[in-house]
């Protein structure tokens, strides 16, 4: 065994503090000078996660801890970065599950450490934020021991230890009632429980690929673990690519890790997480073994997407305005380079050469996906998100999720009342006594697309939503969800005016300011009523050279409902599309004529009728 090296993964739900432990773990093993500056969260370094405050993508690093190095996965909390976790799973030898004392076992916690028992990985449990008003550090053993148990943990795997930690005080202890003065009780506990990686050196090479980045001074880089033998640069390696066919390529540069820094080093063994330069078309789940022992690992086995859009190229009247890159081409190529870093995205493309079909694990993934490309300078279109169906022994199936909820006790009936309509089932109830009542559902993932808007407006916004997939169950028959509300809809091209906004107030809630540019068939607002309303946002006052009584009148208009990026997908029906730029999220119709929408809208209703 090589008892220099320890492997491990942190897996926890979303905010209950992976990345902030790990800062700890950095600053406390010396991996920093005395003097280096450190951002908070620094392994957090996508503008959208620290803007957002989560972890996308998962990352590594490594520490030196009394002769022994520890290297360090952080993964991703929420569901829709599973594939993440998934894939990281294959590189330890043990994780870390962090674990609110507060909150307990959330949705997310389930899913991550399914995973890891899967993968037979020894667990160290660390209940963190013990320093938190109302910790209950013993009642949340007990609700980790009972998952372990739901789980199918094995005898060794319930054995876990314990460790009671403040990660942003950088304190940990095996006693629940008092902290030691810093983390070396979390330290040890790695050292003497996870297990130390095999030493099979000198056997035939066997690498296999996790992650990529890129660099442009030496192109793609693969990062994974070496599972057996030795890499050196400038040795000749055969690449097990995942549709069969071998490629020879040379090692150029080789680098291990330490702290936030990638360091090149000319050798690595079995056990070691290694970044490996030279391939130019290296893919994650590939394997890197010598020319004459070619055998490759098994694939990265990642769960299907559940969720899909159509990504289409921006046809609106405003295209080409704002965005830098706006051709199928582009979309196209921006898709395709997501796929190589992105397991669990998928992408059809469709019967029309500027559409395709985007297929990811939630409305949160595919979002992230917009958004980036937003950000990078795309215009595109994207439609309503669909879940995706299964047929299962000849029985079309959808998947359902596992929702967790935690609301002030009042709300309990309007939130049984909403999830109910959208073919909720719960199946559990616990009221922790302090007003407070967590509630689990079994609810299909098409009830859930859209439904965060109303329940943060039914619970006043001091509701919490959970959410992660469960299974694949018969499908119901029927619409499930869906908008009950029609829109106001823009009848010409041009400026919107205070004047115009003020007319159709009235009329429900207003989407734009004044002086935004909107265009025939573009959606301004949300009408009272369940139909569509076609109104004119632009109209201009008309100005006489008679003095109006009402002059010196001041008008206070309502403040618009301004959507983010998310809010305008969840707000979109089937005959609708949201138009991103770099500068504008806008809803619109399909069909922006408002004659050719009643011709099409007259045939479907007799269609109906003749059914």
Not at 16 to 24: A, N, P, R, S
């Amino acid at each position: 065994m090589r008892n220099d090296i320890r492997n491990i993964a942190i897996i926890a739900h979303v905010d209950h503090g992976k990345t902030t432990l790990v800062d700890q773990l950095l600053r406390q093993s010396g991996t920093f000078r005395a003097n280096e500056q450190v951002e908070e969260r620094a392994l957090d370094r996508n503008d959208l996660e620290r803007e957002r405050g989560i972890t996308i993508l998962a990352k590594n690093t490594a520490i030196q801890y009394k002769g022994t190095r520890i290297n360090i996965l952080d993964t991703p909390g929420h569901a829709d970065f599973g594939g993440e976790v998934e894939r990281i799973m294959r590189l330890v030898d043990g994780v870390l599950l962090v674990v609110d004392a507060y909150e307990g076992c959330m949705p997310q916690t389930r899913f991550v450490l399914k995973k890891a028992l899967e993968q037979n990985l020894t667990p160290i449990v660390v209940v963190n934020k013990i320093d938190r008003e109302f910790a209950r550090p013993h009642e949340v053993v007990d609700e980790v021991i009972d998952l372990f148990i739901e789980l199918g943990a094995s005898e060794d795997q319930l054995e876990f230890p314990v460790v009671y930690a403040s990660a942003i005080n950088g304190t940990a202890s095996l006693d629940p009632d008092k902290q030691d003065a810093d983390m070396t009780a979390l330290f040890e506990t790695i050292i003497e429980h996870i297990p130390a990686p095999p030493d099979n050196s000198d056997e035939p090479l066997q690498f296999q690929v996790a992650l990529l980045d890129y660099n442009d001074y030496v192109g793609r880089i693969g990062i994974g673990r070496i599972f057996r033998g030795r890499m050196q640069v400038g040795q000749q390696v055969a690449l097990m690519k995942l549709d069969g066919s071998v490629k020879t390529f040379r090692v150029t540069k080789l680098f291990g890790f330490l702290g936030l820094k990638r360091i090149e080093i000319e050798e690595a063994k079995a056990g070691d997480l290694v970044a490996v330069s030279g391939m130019e078309d290296i893919n994650v789940g590939e394997t890197v073994c010598p020319l004459d022992a070619q055998e490759a690992l098994p694939p990265l086995r990642i769960d299907e997407p559940t969720l899909q859009m159509t990504f289409l190229v921006n046809n609106s009247p405003f295209a080409g305005r704002e965005g830098k890159h706006v051709t199928a081409r582009k979309i196209e190529e921006r898709l395709r380079l997501q796929l190589e870093t992105d397991v669990s995205l998928r992408v059809e493309p469709t019967d029309s050469p500027d559409a395709w079909i985007v297929s990811g694990r939630g409305e949160l993934h595919l979002s992230i996906l917009i958004e980036n490309m937003r950000r990078e300078g795309f215009e595109l279109q994207v439609s309503k998100p669909e879940v995706i169906m299964k047929e299962i022994d000849g029985v079309m199936c959808e998947p359902v999720e596992r929702v967790q909820i935690d609301i002030p006790e009042e709300y309990t009936g309007a939130i049984m009342e909403s999830l109910g309509a959208r073919k909720g089932e719960m199946v559990d109830m616990i009221n922790n006594g302090n007003g407070q009542v967590r509630l689990i559902f079994l609810v299909p993932a098409r009830g859930l697309i859209g439904y965060r808007t109303e329940f943060m407006s039914l619970t006043r916004g001091y509701g919490i939503l959970n959410h992660s997939f469960d299974s694949y169950q018969p499908a119901i028959q029927g619409q499930i969800g869906g908008r009950h509300q029609g829109v106001l809809i823009s009848m010409e091209t041009g400026k919107a005016t205070a004047y115009g906004i003020m007319q159709v107030e009235d009329r429900g809630v207003i989407f734009i300011e004044p002086g935004t540019e909107v265009y025939e068939g573009m959606i301004v607002g949300e009408h009272s009523r369940d139909n569509d309303l076609v109104v004119n946002v632009c109209k201009m006052k008309h100005v006489t050279n008679v003095r109006s009584s009402t002059k010196e009148q001041t008008v206070t208009m309502k403040k618009p409902r301004l959507m983010t990026l998310e809010e305008a997908l969840e707000y979109l029906n089937d005959d609708e599309y949201c138009e991103v730029t770099p500068q504008s999220i806008r809803l619109r119709k399909k069909i922006l004529d408002k004659n050719e929408r009643e011709k099409i809208a007259k045939k479907k209703k007799l269609a109906e009728q003749k059914k």
